[in-house]
């Protein structure tokens, strides 16, 4: 039986942010760029009232891996988080896809990435297809 997938939520009262773990490539673009909000000292890490909307959703998109992204609570207000295609091999990491994917996976499943997902590329990962950022204790080079 397939591991049910952690998401954690985070509310204001203009957008949801959602934090998938097991997706997450410990970039630390999040809190480096926005400590005020996404801090990993804290519990929860997530503070919404720490930045307006608008800076929050500057900063989730900054996220490599596409671990962090949210959902706009006003109708009139819905983005799409479609984009064009784009594949960037990120040096001695993963390999980044910005756009929507539909993937299948090894064992038939399948599923829609919006946005961004980062690839393993090092084979060290213990979530193939997607990076878990095993490539930095594996050393990886590429």
């Not at 064009?84 to 390999?95: I, Q, S, W, Y």
Request: aromatic letters at 8%; charged letters at 25%; one cysteine or more.
């Amino acid at each position: 039986m397939a591991e049910k997938e952690t998401i954690k939520e985070y509310s204001n009262e203009d957008i949801t942010v959602v934090w998938k773990p097991k997706t997450c490539t410990h970039s630390k673009n999040c809190w480096k760029g926005l400590l005020q909000v996404f801090n990993p000292q804290n519990r929860p890490w997530v503070n919404m009232d720490g930045a307006s909307t608008n800076r929050i959703k500057k900063q989730i998109a900054a996220c490599p891996s596409g671990a962090l992204s949210y959902t706009s609570k006003k109708e009139d207000d819905r983005e799409e988080m479609y984009m064009e295609t784009k594949v960037e091999a990120m040096e001695n990491g993963p390999l980044i896809v910005y756009g929507t994917l539909n993937i299948t996976n090894s064992d038939g499943t399948k599923e829609k990435r919006n946005k961004t997902t980062a690839f393993c590329r090092c084979g060290a990962s213990n979530n193939k297809p997607y990076c878990d950022g095993a490539h930095i204790e594996a050393g990886f080079k590429g």
